[in-house]
Nanobody
Framework: QVQLVESGGGLVQPGGSLRLTCEAS????????MGWYRQAPGKQRELVAG???????NYADSVKDRFTISGDTAKRTMYLQMNSLKPEDTAVYYC????????????WGQGTQVTVSS
């Protein structure tokens, strides 16, 4: 079994910062990539940022230059540093990982709420 656990969400004022953490546990043979997604009320879930096992990263245009993804798939940990937060960043943020156990599969965390409001 695999578990992805997010932490670090909360309420922050516009312009503020938050740091999200995702930790993977279980009988994991290899993590190919990890990523952060978010879903705002009434909207589809969207990719925020991703990181591969080689350390390459990618970002949604809406968060470039404000958010930074980091981590180490070998250590099963990923972070999302979010700066200059805007009300439109309000969403539930989900950790996602492409993991090989005995077969390769896509796994999700339960999500953590991020609310940007004054």
């Amino acid at each position: 079994q695999v578990q992805l656990v997010e932490s670090g969400g909360g309420l922050v004022q516009p312009g503020g910062s938050l740091r999200l953490t995702c930790e993977a546990s279980g009988s994991i043979f290899k993590i190919y990539s990890m990523g952060w997604y978010r879903q705002a009320p009434g909207k589809q879930r969207e990719l925020v940022a991703g990181i591969s096992s080689y350390g390459t990263t990618n970002y949604a245009d809406s968060v470039k230059d404000r958010f930074t993804i980091s981590g180490d798939t070998a250590k099963r940990t990923m972070y999302l540093q979010m700066n200059s937060l805007k009300p439109e960043d309000t969403a539930v943020y989900y950790c996602n990982a492409d993991i090989f156990i005995d077969v390769r599969g896509d796994y999700w965390g339960q999500g953590t709420q991020v609310t940007v409001s004054s």
